[in-house]
């Protein structure tokens, strides 16, 4: 069984904090990395891709990489109240086929 | 205004009842997916579908049945054979997808599914 492996949490961290949220995924032949942020009862939506190790930015928010390890993570640099929310990490194989984590749920402290 | 719609969005159901949950996308996509996810769990695939008229089994499609009879649409049935149904659904689609390439699902707002 292919699996994504995150800690649940919660992680709190106070306003203007680095957030620092963790995946491993078991399966060797993934390709792709995600990370989707999800609000309570709402649906999920994409805010990091990576596919090459190392690490990629975009804003607030950095993703890396370490297939060797077969490691992901989001940094959130500046956490906002707004941030709290549960992240789920997601691999994908074949440009098709998504395996998602369980989640981390993100507490952000004003 | 492009995007992916699922109705309803509270839905309740009894027992030994069939009920089916709509997902409609206008976003020109071939491939459509639907999960379940129960509180505190991450997304749990149920079926896909690549192409109209073909679809696949997912991790957890016992109890389930899907058509594709169009791209647009790729509606689900919870059949009372399914025994602990009260979750909450979602579909999504995407592009064509290429190997290592950002194959991003969108999603529709979902159904909450709950059996009375």
């Known amino acids: 069984q292919k699996e994504v492996e995150q800690n649940s949490g919660p992680l709190s961290v106070p306003e203007g904090a680095i957030a620092s949220l963790n995946c491993t995924y078991s399966?060797?032949?993934?390709?792709?990395f995600f990370w989707y942020r999800q609000y309570s009862g709402k649906s999920p939506e994409l805010i990091m891709f990576?596919?090459?190790?190392g690490d990629k930015e975009d804003g607030r928010f950095t993703a890396q990489l370490n297939k060797a390890s077969q490691y992901v993570s989001l940094l959130i640099r500046d956490s906002q109240p707004s941030d709290s929310a549960t992240y789920l990490c997601?691999?994908?194989?074949?440009?098709?086929?998504?395996?998602f984590g369980a989640g981390t749920r993100l507490f952000v402290k004003a | 205004d492009g995007g992916i719609t699922q109705s309803p969005k509270y839905l309740f159901r009894k027992e030994g009842q069939n009920v089916t949950l709509s997902c409609e996308q206008n976003?020109?996509?071939?491939?459509m997916y639907w999960y379940r996810q129960d509180p505190g769990q991450g997304l749990r695939l149920i079926y896909y579908?690549?192409?109209?008229?073909?679809?696949q089994k997912g991790d957890i499609a016992e109890g389930y049945s899907v058509s594709r009879e169009k791209k647009e649409s790729f509606p689900l049935t919870v059949t009372s054979a399914q025994k602990n149904p009260t979750a909450f659904y979602l579909c999504?689609?995407?592009?064509?997808?290429?190997?290592?390439?950002?194959?991003?699902?969108?999603f529709g707002p979902g159904t909450r599914l709950t059996v009375l």
């Open positions: 399966d060797r032949g993934s390709q792709s």
């Open positions: 999504a689609s995407s592009p064509r997808g290429v190997a290592g390439g950002r194959n991003e699902q969108f």
């Open positions: 976003l020109n996509h071939d491939a």
């Open positions: 990576i596919y090459s190790n």
């Open positions: 997601a691999s994908q194989t074949g440009g098709f086929k998504t395996i």
């Open positions: 579908s690549q192409i109209v008229n073909d679809f």
